[in-house]
């Protein structure tokens, strides 16, 4: 009876702490922008309170399990109790975002989070100490499983049934039903073995400093990993819940597996399955924007089953007896911690671009390596097949490299995401690129007697119609959110008024310094930087002709910016007759059921623009306009339209703050 409540308790409570996490991150997306950083730095902290919630574990462990059970119970009542009266929002809108989402969360879930993940540590101590048993592993893998639920639920059951105010009545329920099962846990206890239960053992005792150093690389290393191959996915995909699932069940799932029993990992295999992923990896972190959506999953996941088979595979291997069992926690907690720490804060000061995802493949195959040269009874094949592989691969890495990077102007990483100005010269091309992870945002030529139709934007694209038929009516007052590198001022004359907000600073310098468009235009432009939603509520006085909806982080479109309630206020910025223009060119993601939704429930006219594009001499884009202005709409040429002026097939997608989702939208 006791190892069913246990077991059922460690399930419950892996199931609540992997639910709650994409929950809270996805609500802290349109308060920072939609960026896939926002996940990232919600790893670390995450993984900070699981550090904690092992520390805490394992010292008091060392107390007598009256004591112990008596404490957990206590302090995991009053912290339900606090999150139940924490009703009161805080905005840390002028701090490091980092910072800003780790206080965020730890204000908000803090306390209960570390207690939580302290219990599956917890509950197989009280058994060792009860019952005089060995460690049971593989009660970590059930714990793993309750993870791996609650992760693969919440994308494709939670997230599209239920909105997040629904989401998080449902957890907290959960967490009801937890504290009811502590409760039970401790009646058992003090009823069967009050005698036990007071005389903890001397293997309780375990000191922290008597872990190995090499807990805490292998942690460290998946981690890593974890987070890195998750910002490659966003990179080019939107970040949500599902893509941060993925990645995340990948890491549960190899934990899972090796822990269950020690010969599921074998060291050769593995090292010879690496050699695919290191090449692999290389070849994604280059070309990985030219696969489809489906495509780019199957390969960054299969790199990280690797990855992670090795680093877990290694941890199993050398864990401890029963002396050290909490100390092993501790230290695979603390390699955790600090694995997303390097990858969210410390690769963006060393890195211009997200080469710590290259850079963790190369530490892993080293250590590969090491081992199997370590090894003196080793089959000599794996080692001349390591040797041959590193060779090549880093001759490949070398090569790459340098012709990737031989036309950068300047770069720049921030939390918002990375940039590259490139000057590109060949026999069909010669300009200069704004370039935000691996999507270009904009374009200038550098031979004067170039035309703009031969660059980014340009006079066949959706806006550049638009603007050109509603310029005949007067002069515009014209509000873009995005800004990328100015192109939209190239469209705007004399008398006109154009206001950019544009969220990443690190865009208007790039814009600001190297190209022409911003200083060149004729209309008074005026830049504002922040949130394109948040200035606009701010923002009361300043009415619109035309509102343009053109912010993009890579190849990823924010969804709070296309919500019910961001249209609504859009509507409320602009006059009567206002237009509001609407970029939704996407290799992975089909907006355009959102918009006809919005169109229905404002009674606005829908039109979409297409143009396919001339190869790269011209690119193609998709643009979509809502309004009711109608001797605009009268103006419109049916040919420009992509394909009429109505379109019925679409199944529509309601998107509200509280309830949107972008799966059934993904192009695979």
Same mark, same amino acid.
Request: glycine fraction near 6%.
């Given at each position: 009876?006791?190892?069913?409540?246990?077991?059922?308790?460690?399930?419950?409570?892996?199931f609540?702490?992997f639910?709650?996490q994409?929950?809270?991150?996805k609500?802290?997306?349109?308060h920072f922008?939609?960026g %896939?950083?926002?996940?990232?730095?919600?790893?670390?902290?995450?993984?900070?309170?699981?550090?904690l919630?092992?520390? +805490? %574990?394992?010292?008091?462990s060392?107390?007598t399990?009256?004591?112990?059970?008596v404490?957990?119970?206590?302090l995991?009542?009053?912290a339900?109790?606090?999150?139940?009266?924490?009703?009161?929002?805080?905005?840390?809108?002028d701090?490091?975002?980092?910072l800003?989402?780790?206080v965020?969360?730890?204000?908000?879930?803090?306390p209960?989070?570390m207690?939580?993940s302290?219990?599956s540590?917890?509950?197989?101590?009280? +058994?060792i100490?009860?019952?005089a048993?060995?460690?049971p592993?593989h009660w970590?893998?059930?714990?793993?499983?309750?993870?791996?639920? %609650?992760?693969?639920?919440y994308?494709?059951?939670?997230?599209?049934?239920?909105?997040?105010?629904?989401?998080?009545?449902?957890?907290?329920?959960?967490?009801? *039903?937890?504290c009811?099962?502590?409760?039970?846990?401790?009646a058992?206890?003090?009823?069967?073995?009050?005698?036990?239960a007071?005389?903890?053992q001397?293997?309780?005792?375990?000191?922290?400093?008597?872990?190995?150093?090499?807990?805490?690389?292998?942690?460290?290393? !998946?981690?890593?990993?974890?987070?890195?191959?998750?910002?490659m996915i966003?990179?080019?995909i939107?970040?949500?819940p599902?893509? $941060?699932?993925?990645?995340l069940?990948?890491y549960?799932?190899?934990f899972?597996?090796?822990?269950?029993?020690?010969v599921?990992?074998q060291?050769?295999?593995?090292?010879?399955?690496f050699v695919f992923?290191v090449?692999?990896g290389?070849?994604?972190?280059?070309f990985g924007?030219?696969?489809?959506?489906?495509?780019q999953? &199957?390969?960054?996941?299969?790199?990280?089953?690797? =990855? *992670?088979?090795?680093?877990h595979?290694?941890?199993? !291997?050398?864990a401890?007896?029963?002396?050290?069992?909490?100390?092993f926690?501790?230290?695979?907690?603390?390699?955790g911690?600090?694995?997303?720490?390097s990858?969210?804060?410390?690769?963006?000061?060393?890195?211009?671009?997200l080469?710590?995802?290259?850079?963790?493949?190369?530490?892993?195959?080293?250590?590969? *390596?090491? *081992?199997?040269?370590?090894?003196?009874?080793g089959?000599?094949?794996?080692?001349y097949?390591?040797?041959?592989?590193?060779?090549?691969?880093?001759?490949?890495?070398?090569f790459l490299?340098v012709?990737?990077?031989?036309?950068?102007?300047?770069?720049?990483r921030?939390? +918002?995401g990375?940039?590259?100005?490139?000057?590109?010269?060949?026999n069909?091309i010669?300009?200069?690129?704004?370039?935000?992870g691996t999507?270009i945002?904009?374009?200038?030529?550098?031979?004067?007697n170039?035309?703009?139709g031969q660059?980014y /934007?340009?006079?066949?694209?959706?806006?550049?119609?638009?603007?050109?038929?509603l310029?005949?009516?007067?002069?515009?007052?014209?509000?873009?959110?995005?800004?990328?590198?100015g192109v939209? =001022?190239?469209?705007?004359?004399?008398?006109?008024?154009l206001?950019f907000?544009?969220?990443?600073?690190?865009?208007?310098?790039?814009?600001k310094n +190297?190209?022409?468009?911003?200083?060149? !235009?004729?209309?008074n432009?005026?830049?504002t930087?922040?949130?394109?939603?948040?200035?606009l509520?701010?923002?009361?006085?300043?009415?619109?002709d035309?509102?343009?909806?053109?912010?993009?982080?890579s190849?990823?479109i924010? =969804?709070?910016?296309?919500?019910?309630?961001?249209? !609504?206020?859009y509507?409320?910025r602009?006059?009567?007759n206002?237009?509001?223009?609407?970029?939704?060119?996407?290799?992975?993601?089909?907006?355009?059921?959102?918009?006809?939704?919005?169109?229905?429930?404002?009674?606005?006219?829908? &039109?979409?623009y297409? /143009?396919?594009?001339?190869?790269?001499?011209?690119?193609?884009?998709?643009?979509?306009v809502?309004?009711?202005?109608?001797?605009?709409?009268?103006?419109?040429?049916?040919?420009?339209l992509?394909?009429?002026?109505?379109?019925?097939?679409?199944?529509? =997608?309601? $998107?509200?703050?509280?309830?949107?989702?972008?799966?059934?939208?993904l192009k695979?």
């Amino acid at each position: 009876m006791y190892k069913l409540l246990s077991i059922t308790t460690i399930f419950i409570s892996a199931f609540l702490l992997f639910q709650i996490q994409p929950l809270l991150s996805k609500q802290l997306l349109p308060h920072f922008g939609g960026g %896939a950083s926002v996940w990232s730095a919600s790893l670390v902290f995450y993984q900070t309170m699981l550090l904690l919630g092992y520390f +805490y %574990a394992h010292y008091i462990s060392r107390y007598t399990i009256t004591l112990q059970v008596v404490t957990h119970l206590f302090l995991v009542i009053i912290a339900t109790l606090v999150i139940y009266l924490q009703n009161e929002i805080f905005h840390f809108t002028d701090w490091p975002p980092t910072l800003a989402v780790f206080v965020h969360l730890l204000r908000e879930i803090g306390p209960i989070f570390m207690l939580l993940s302290a219990t599956s540590v917890l509950l197989q101590r009280w +058994y060792i100490q009860a019952f005089a048993r060995h460690v049971p592993y593989h009660w970590y893998s059930i714990s793993n499983l309750g993870s791996l639920m %609650a992760l693969m639920s919440y994308p494709f059951i939670f997230e599209l049934l239920f909105s997040l105010e629904q989401q998080k009545s449902y957890w907290l329920f959960g967490l009801l *039903c937890y504290c009811a099962l502590l409760l039970l846990i401790m009646a058992f206890l003090l009823k069967k073995d009050l005698k036990v239960a007071r005389k903890p053992q001397l293997a309780n005792r375990a000191k922290l400093s008597q872990g190995k150093s090499i807990w805490i690389i292998l942690s460290a290393l !998946s981690t890593a990993m974890l987070v890195s191959t998750t910002h490659m996915i966003s990179t080019n995909i939107p970040p949500m819940p599902l893509l $941060w699932s993925l990645p995340l069940v990948i890491y549960l799932l190899t934990f899972s597996y090796t822990f269950a029993n020690k010969v599921n990992y074998q060291r050769y295999v593995w090292a010879y399955t690496f050699v695919f992923a290191v090449f692999a990896g290389l070849l994604m972190f280059y070309f990985g924007s030219q696969f489809s959506a489906l495509a780019q999953l &199957i390969m960054y996941c299969a790199i990280l089953l690797t =990855a *992670c088979m090795v680093c877990h595979g290694e941890l199993r !291997s050398t864990a401890p007896d029963n002396a050290q069992l909490t100390t092993f926690y501790f230290y695979i907690a603390l390699g955790g911690v600090l694995g997303s720490l390097s990858s969210t804060m410390i690769a963006p000061l060393l890195f211009v671009q997200l080469d710590e995802y290259l850079l963790g493949l190369a530490v892993i195959f080293s250590f590969i *390596c090491y *081992c199997q040269f370590k090894t003196q009874t080793g089959n000599k094949h794996i080692k001349y097949t390591l040797v041959a592989t590193a060779v090549v691969w880093l001759s490949c890495y070398c090569f790459l490299a340098v012709n990737f990077n031989q036309y950068n102007v300047a770069t720049s990483r921030n939390f +918002y995401g990375y940039l590259t100005v490139k000057d590109i010269h060949t026999n069909t091309i010669k300009e200069r690129r704004l370039i935000d992870g691996t999507t270009i945002h904009g374009a200038e030529p550098l031979d004067n007697n170039q035309f703009l139709g031969q660059s980014y /934007y340009h006079q066949h694209t959706g806006v550049a119609k638009s603007l050109t038929i509603l310029k005949q009516q007067g002069a515009l007052n014209i509000g873009v959110i995005g800004l990328g590198a100015g192109v939209l =001022a190239k469209f705007v004359g004399q008398g006109d008024r154009l206001h950019f907000f544009e969220l990443n600073p690190a865009v208007h310098d790039m814009a600001k310094n +190297y190209f022409s468009y911003l200083n060149s !235009s004729k209309a008074n432009v005026r830049v504002t930087i922040g949130d394109g939603r948040i200035a606009l509520q701010k923002n009361h006085q300043e009415t619109f002709d035309v509102l343009i909806i053109d912010a993009f982080s890579s190849d990823v479109i924010p =969804a709070h910016l296309l919500t019910r309630e961001a249209m !609504s206020l859009y509507w409320q910025r602009l006059n009567e007759n206002g237009v509001l223009i609407v970029h939704i060119s996407n290799n992975h993601i089909d907006l355009l059921p959102v918009l006809q939704a919005h169109s229905q429930h404002f009674d606005k006219t829908l &039109i979409k623009y297409s /143009y396919q594009g001339r190869g790269l001499k011209s690119l193609g884009s998709d643009w979509v306009v809502l309004t009711s202005n109608h001797t605009f709409l009268n103006d419109v040429s049916i040919s420009d339209l992509s394909p009429i002026k109505h379109y019925g097939n679409y199944q529509l =997608a309601e $998107w509200t703050d509280q309830k949107n989702s972008l799966l059934p939208l993904l192009k695979f």
